[in-house]
């Protein structure tokens, strides 16, 4: 199966029909096909958590072997489909494939492949500062994560009504566990905007480009660091090759 053919997801709040027509465009530019799922509407991390949630129990229902679910955040970087096909040609068993996290410690590139890092066999932290690798707004999960990632649900606070955010989760208790990566520069980022999880106005943009600098290594080539020309790139309706 290759990752157009992985079924995919797009998770939108109904509320926020901005995200939702900036995604369809991404998804246009990539050529994808996908559903659309309203997302839960809690007002804050937790209906992030539970979307996906419930989207693992559709695909169970379908007997779906892979799934990619895409945040209504996501940008594609104008390498995106190049990028792809190198890292789909190096894809043999993989668990946790996330096409663009933040990193907040230094990570290694896989020791059998060219084009990932390796999430599942990460260095020791070198401080206290160096946190951990969250952010799922472009995520292949594998089936047997479904049910993994579902036992969240048993990490409830005292109160009862709130568990782990699912990137944590992830962080702390999947990909140590399961064979995770992601590429070797990021593949999506999120863009600059007002969040509905923390209810601020955040440049992901920049964190995720920088930190990238910062703990793997990859430098991503100067032309790609402003969102604004990476969107000015991909109007022009051209996929840009990447040498790493």
Not at 53 to 67: A, H, M, N, Q
Not at 121 to 142: A, F, H, M, S, W
Not at 151 to 164: M, N
């Amino acid at each position: 199966m290759t990752i157009s053919e992985i079924p995919k997801f797009i998770i939108n709040l109904k509320r926020r029909p901005d995200r939702l027509k900036s995604i369809i465009k991404e998804m246009d530019y990539m050529g994808w096909e996908y559903e659309i799922f309203e997302a839960v509407d809690t007002g804050n991390y937790m209906g992030c958590t539970l979307s996906h949630l419930e989207i693992f129990e559709i695909c169970k229902s379908r007997g779906y072997d892979k799934v990619m679910i895409i945040e209504d955040d996501t940008y594609f970087m104008p390498y995106a489909k190049d990028l792809i096909s190198k890292v789909e040609n190096e894809l043999d068993d993989f668990d946790y494939l996330n096409f663009g996290p933040t990193l907040n410690r230094k990570v290694n590139k896989s020791e059998n492949h060219n084009y990932l890092l390796d999430l599942k066999n990460l260095p020791p932290k070198e401080n206290e500062q160096q946190r951990g690798i969250y952010n799922t707004n472009c995520v292949i999960y594998d089936k047997k994560l479904f049910n993994e990632i579902s036992k969240i649900s048993e990490t409830k606070f005292q109160d009862g009504q709130f568990f782990y955010a699912i990137d944590d989760f992830i962080y702390q208790k999947v990909m140590g566990n399961f064979n995770s990566y992601c590429p070797v520069l990021p593949i999506t980022t999120q863009g600059n905007d007002y969040s509905d999880v923390s209810h601020n106005e955040y440049n992901n943009f920049y964190t995720i480009t920088y930190n990238w600098v910062l703990y793997s290594g990859n430098k991503i080539p100067q032309q790609y660091l402003n969102l604004k020309k990476n969107l000015e790139f991909k109007d022009k309706k051209e996929h840009y090759t990447i040498e790493i």
